[in-house]
C-alpha cells in the first residue's frame, strides 16, 4: 500500500515536472501544459483517496492528516472518482431488497428468473 501512495505521489511529480514543454509553443505548450497539471491532479487525488482508505492498515501513518485530506476533497473530485449516479446508463438494476435487507428475484417478461 505504502509503495502504491509512493508510485502515485512520484508520478503526479514527474507529471508537473513535464509541465515545461520546451519543444512546444503556442496553443502546442498550452495544450501539453494543461494535459500534464491534469495528469498531475488525477495521480494525487488518486494518492488521497487510497490515503483514506488505507489510513488504518498503514504503519506509522498520522491518522488526523489523512482525515483532513479525505475532508478537504471535493464533491467534484468525488464524482470524477466515483461517477455522477445521476446519469446512470444501464437503466437500472432488476433487484429489489425486502424488508429483510436481502435482495429478491424479479421475474423477467419471458418467465426466467433473475438475480
Given amino acids: 500500500m505504502s509503495y502504491c501512495l509512493g508510485s502515485l505521489e512520484y508520478q503526479a511529480k514527474e507529471w508537473e515536472r513535464r509541465t515545461v514543454v520546451p519543444q512546444f509553443s503556442g ?6 501544459t494543461a494535459y500534464a497539471h491534469k495528469q498531475a491532479a488525477i495521480c494525487q487525488i488518486v494518492a488521497d483517496n487510497f490515503r483514506v482508505l488505507w489510513a488504518r492498515y498503514l504503519i506509522g501513518s498520522n491518522l488526523e492528516s489523512m ?5 478537504s476533497l471535493s464533491t467534484s473530485t468525488y464524482v470524477y472518482m466515483h461517477g455522477d449516479e445521476s446519469d446512470d446508463e444501464l437503466g437500472g438494476s ?20 433473475t438475480l
Avoid: F, Y
Fill in 27 to 32: 496553443e502546442h505548450a498550452e495544450g501539453a
Fill in 67 to 71: 482525515v483532513n485530506i479525505g475532508s
Fill in 94 to 113: 432488476d433487484l429489489k431488497s425486502n424488508n429483510d435487507g436481502e435482495q429478491d428475484v424479479n421475474d423477467d417478461e419471458d418467465g426466467d428468473d
